[in-house]
Nanobody
Framework: VQLVQSGGGSVQPGGSLTLSCAVSGYRTGPNYMAWYRQAAGKEREGVASIDRAGKTTYQESVKGRFTISQDKVKNILYLQMDNLKTEDSAEYFC????????????????????????WGQGTLVTVSS
């Protein structure tokens, strides 16, 4: 399994960016795909996830601003980021897994980081004025 990311860059607060993640190596496609980010000096955190059926889950801080989507024909995962804030600055990673991983536990978004099939190489997003 291989995930290759593209997109990212620098933008002013309020701006938009789109990240892409091309997925290969799955016979029938992953059942769990997600975007994570890691800011300098902080732990990696989940941002948004999507399952094979298209059900999405978002971290509270990005709800209404970020949109995760997938093109199952082209096997590409996207993250559309609008109204970016300085606190969104981080290195962003896509991840995929063949398992049907729950992203909500007791009503709370949960983004597992351990044991996933593969990770993208990371792409830097910088939001500053």
């Amino acid at each position: 399994v291989q995930l290759v990311q593209s997109g990212g860059g620098s933008v002013q607060p309020g701006g938009s960016l789109t990240l892409s993640c091309a997925v290969s190596g799955y016979r029938t496609g992953p059942n769990y795909m997600a975007w994570y980010r890691q800011a300098a000096g902080k732990e990696r955190e989940g941002v948004a996830s999507i399952d094979r059926a298209g059900k999405t889950t978002y971290q509270e801080s990005v709800k209404g601003r970020f949109t995760i989507s997938q093109d199952k024909v082209k096997n590409i995962l996207y993250l559309q980021m609008d109204n970016l804030k300085t606190e969104d600055s981080a290195e962003y990673f896509c991840a995929a897994d063949s398992r049907a991983i729950s992203s909500v536990v007791a009503g709370t978004p949960v983004f597992t980081k351990n044991g996933l099939d593969a990770w993208g190489q990371g792409t830097l997003v910088t939001v500053s004025s």
